[in-house]
């Protein structure tokens, strides 16, 4: 089983630019998170969706855009990167119970 | 909203001993209490979860948690740790279809 599927692994981006980073499940799950890891402060949740046509913010949606046009697929868009995005990008999803994790996104923006 | 705390950013323990990893949390109905443990340069794993049922938790790994209402806590423990078991240690409570993380506690176990 694949699982939660996260790409790409590792990116380096100039202010300014945009970058979609691409996230997939094989696992009929109906929510969804995006969620970003920075040094010593934990998970913080961007967005999350509860099924296909429907997100909502979390705690730090400013500066990202979400969709959710299949229950598989829950892209995260940057459009204009800035140097506090830089952080590692987690992608989760779960019917309930536990959630599963991606391996994450390494995001570098200088 | 909801909210997580995890009091302690770090927690020592001798190889063999009990430990404990502390977390409340802070929500206006009944909540689902998860533990998660994180490796590095790796994605989160689960260990347990409380959604209702015997306050006693028990998940992977031997690890356990008991869920206390009145003190809105949801602690990690283990009898005897070991080595392996050092890694970093998230709570998170899902609320309203949201879920949200501790900052996280590095769990260091000593030989």
């Known amino acids: 089983n694949a699982g939660v599927t996260q790409t790409p692994k590792f990116r380096i981006l100039k202010i300014g630019q945009s970058m979609t980073l691409q996230c997939t499940q094989d696992m009929n799950h109906n929510y969804m998170y995006w969620y970003r890891q920075d040094p010593g402060m934990g998970l913080k949740l961007i967005y999350y969706?509860?099924?296909?046509?429907?997100?909502d913010k979390g705690e730090v949606p400013n500066g990202y855009n979400v969709s959710r046009s299949t229950t598989e697929d829950f892209p995260l868009r940057l459009e204009l990167a800035a140097p506090s995005q830089t952080s590692v990008y987690f992608c989760a999803s779960t019917n309930g119970g536990e959630a599963f994790f991606g391996q994450g996104t390494r995001l570098t923006v200088v | 909203a909801q909210s997580v705390a995890q009091p302690e950013d770090q927690v020592n323990v001798a190889e063999g001993n009990p430990l404990t990893v502390k977390c409340t949390y802070s929500?206006?109905?009944?909540?689902?209490l998860f533990w998660y443990v994180q490796y590095p340069n790796r994605g989160l794993q689960f260990l347990l979860k409380?959604?209702?049922?015997?306050?006693l938790v028990k998940g992977s790994y031997g690890f356990e948690a008991e869920f206390n209402k009145s003190q809105t806590s949801f602690h990690l423990k283990k009898p005897s740790a070991l080595v392996s078991d050092s890694a970093l240690y998230f709570c998170a409570v899902r609320y309203n279809n949201d879920m949200r993380f501790g900052a996280g506690t590095r769990l260091t176990v000593k030989p």
């Open positions: 929500v206006s109905g009944n909540p689902y």
């Open positions: 409380y959604i209702t049922g015997d306050n």
């Open positions: 969706s509860v099924g296909a046509g429907i997100t």
